[in-house]
T-cell receptor, first 114, second 110 residues
């Protein structure tokens, strides 16, 4: 089945640690996105990538980093600089590389700082 | 003021009821309007996608866009317990940035 796989489903981070969230897709989509979801708020865009080896900051990129070395993969690193990292993180891809409308989402990673 | 406003609910209805979910927005440049359904602890899935104004129907779901009022709606006919989820509206002007509403939680009671 085609889709987006995020791992792990749950992740616990100690204060001061960097952690990396995995996102893999086999939909052959060029564009990929990372969102953060907090209770009572809409999804907020962290980073997006239109093509391999290129990515752009979204609205809340501070404290996060990404890479796009392969079309299928778009990992997100939550660094120790992110002040409030506890959230539900969603990876997505879209069919059209210039228009983020019909997006396909992964099942999410819930990150908790302990 | 948020660009997209959505009542968080929860909205509780009996099985078989017609459900109306709504969003208002402030940016008149939005042209693309989406509704996503999100089950608890899962990623959102696209339900409906509409370009510009008008209605679109897909099975039990109807999406309406009124650009003059900056108001969009999703109607669910013959609601089922399996429709219990959070419904997110989303809008786009024609590029990479999609703005999401906070979501409305819906409970359909058997």
């Amino acid at each position: 089945d085609g889709g987006i796989t995020q791992s792990p489903k749950y992740l616990f981070r100690k204060e001061g640690q960097n952690v990396t969230l995995s996102c893999e897709q086999n939909l052959n989509h060029d564009a990929m996105y990372w969102y953060r979801q907090d209770p009572g708020q809409g999804l907020r865009l962290i980073y997006y990538s239109q093509i391999v080896n290129d990515f752009q900051k979204g609205d809340i990129a501070e404290g996060y980093s990404v890479s796009r070395e392969k079309k299928e993969s778009f990992p997100l690193t939550v660094t120790s600089a992110q002040k409030n990292p506890t959230a539900f993180y969603l990876c997505a891809s879209s069919l059209r590389d210039s228009l983020n409308t019909e997006a396909f989402f992964g099942q999410g990673t819930r990150l908790t700082v302990v | 003021q948020k660009e997209v406003e959505q009542d968080p609910g929860p909205l509780s209805v009996p099985e078989g009821a017609i459900v109306s979910l709504n969003c208002t927005y402030s940016n008149s440049a939005f042209q693309y309007f989406m509704w996503y359904r999100q089950y608890s602890r899962k990623g959102p899935e696209l339900l409906m996608y509409t370009y510009s104004s008008g209605n679109k129907e897909d099975g039990r779901f109807t999406a309406q866009v009124d650009k003059s009022s900056k108001y969009i709606s999703l109607f669910i006919r013959d609601s089922q317990p399996s429709d219990s989820a959070t419904y997110l509206c989303a809008m786009n002007t024609g590029g990479f940035k999609t703005i999401f509403g906070a979501g409305t939680r819906l409970f359909v009671k058997a």
